[in-house]
């Protein structure tokens, strides 16, 4: 759980003082890795205890990342939406994010998350569709999950196999949204990642 938190705490980083940086990143054909804290300065650093992300390769609209958070080496695959709307229409929120993880140490790998740029409802459930099947998400806060992690390996592989997901939520103020994320490259980071964080 320190870890998830921490890792919503980098992704929050990530938006507040990178988002630039980020877009620049993820529009760019990578080079070679890349060290994260070019885009994100200090403070994602500090949220990450001391640990700074770094750009492992960048594949279609998904990027890979890898840090070291507390000795600990997290991996993860970073994609914004492709298209987002809220009805009514033209609410303001923050970027949403959707997130593949890999945690060794704890040994999660590839756990879905996203976090969706506004305060859920309190008590709601959102859902994910890709490939023609549709995963309920418990929400907190700000932050999407799969409810039946049973079910996250069938809809990891769904993701894999699929042109785009959708996800669907409600604010604490009403407002419905729906993201769709791009999947072209994510089978690709996802290889790279575990690469990167062997199990």
Sequence with gaps: MLVRRILTALAG???????????HAQSAP???????????????????????????????????YSATPNGKHVCFALAKPASSKTNPPNRPRDPAYAFVSTRPAEKVFNEVSIMIG????????STLEVGGASFAMYTQGDGLWIKNAAEEEQMVQAMRRSADAVIKGVSAKGTETTDTFSLKGLSQALDKIAQDCKR
């Design 13 to 23: 980083s990530l938006l507040l003082s990178g988002v630039a940086g980020l877009a």
């Design 30 to 64: 990578p080079k070679a890795a890349k060290s994260a804290k070019s885009a994100e300065p200090k403070a994602v650093a500090a949220v990450a205890g001391g640990a700074e992300p770094t750009l492992i390769g960048q594949f279609g609209t998904w990027g890979a």
């Design 118 to 125: 506004y305060a859920l409802k309190p008590g709601s459930e």
